[in-house]
């Protein structure tokens, strides 16, 4: 199992989260790429921070929406939506250059991560910049996604995402942030949903039923109360149950 987090999340000297410790944590950096959020003396960091320790960085590419920090659903023109996906790459793959490292895998951020995942046009462009980019590069998204199905067609490989801190509904999306029980803030609920996403590959959702979860990799915000501290139960949780951490990239 890969655990990932979104990382590189602040801005010149405004700063989100403990990226340094989360890289101690995971084993994929899902690092920003000036979008929703992130610079460029923070690309370089993180990028630096992320190749000492043998973390796969991927680009979270988003919506260009600092104010919004990409939760707002921003209806872009296809190739305009392409187009800004191909520039956040190219710009987060520079700092991997200079980190000694490379650029290993994609993920839309906040309001692209679900709009791409039923609207076939935001979907296709983001699979469209990334196959002509690089179609090496894997997508990590929701299983069963508009997302997932484009890339697949595309010849990109999709790579299933849980999120062990999010509410998710019975049909298998998650609970939107403005709704309750969009997100799960209790460490022992957290840490129990994460091993049950890599033992039984399912997650319980707000309704109660039992939802497949076929998770290739798991998300921890790193924008959580108490983000770090979950995040290393969460990892202890997993290798006693004998759950082998590595990059799915």
């Known amino acids: 199992m890969d ?22 944590v995971v084993t994929s950096a899902n690092v920003a790429c000036g979008g929703h959020a992130g610079d460029p ?3 370089r960091r993180v990028c630096l921070a992320a190749a000492e320790r043998g973390v796969a960085v991927g680009a979270q590419v988003g919506y260009r929406d ?5 939760r707002r659903r921003i209806d872009y023109a296809f190739a305009e939506l392409r187009d800004e996906v191909t520039y956040q790459l190219g710009a987060l793959d520079a700092f991997c250059r200079v980190a000694g490292t490379r650029l290993r895998y994609v993920k839309p951020h906040g309001a692209l991560y679900n709009v791409a995942a039923v609207d076939h046009t935001q979907a296709a462009a983001v699979v469209a910049a990334i196959a002509e980019y690089d179609a090496t590069l894997p997508v990590l998204c929701l299983p069963g ?32 942030r403005t709704a309750a029980g969009a997100l799960v803030t209790a460490a022992e609920q957290v ?9 039984e590959q399912v997650v319980v959702a707000v309704d109660g039923s039992l939802v497949p979860c076929p998770a290739e990799s798991i998300c921890l915000h790193g924008d959580t109360p ?13 290798l006693a149950a004998d759950v082998k951490l590595t990059p799915f990239a």
Request: proline share 4%.
């Open 226 to 238: 108490g983000a770090v501290t979950m995040a290393r139960q969460v990892r202890a949780a997993l």
């Open 66 to 70: 600092l104010a919004g920090f990409g």
């Open 191 to 199: 840490v129990e949903r994460a091993v049950r996403m890599a033992v």
């Open 41 to 43: 003396g923070t690309m």
């Open 3 to 24: 655990l990932n987090a979104d990382l590189g999340e602040g801005f010149a000297i405004w700063q989100l989260g403990d990226d340094e410790a989360l890289l101690d």
């Open 145 to 176: 996604s508009m997302l997932a199905e484009l890339a697949r067609e595309a010849g990109l490989r999709p790579v299933a995402e849980g999120f062990a801190d999010r509410g998710y509904q019975p049909d298998g999306t998650l609970v939107p």
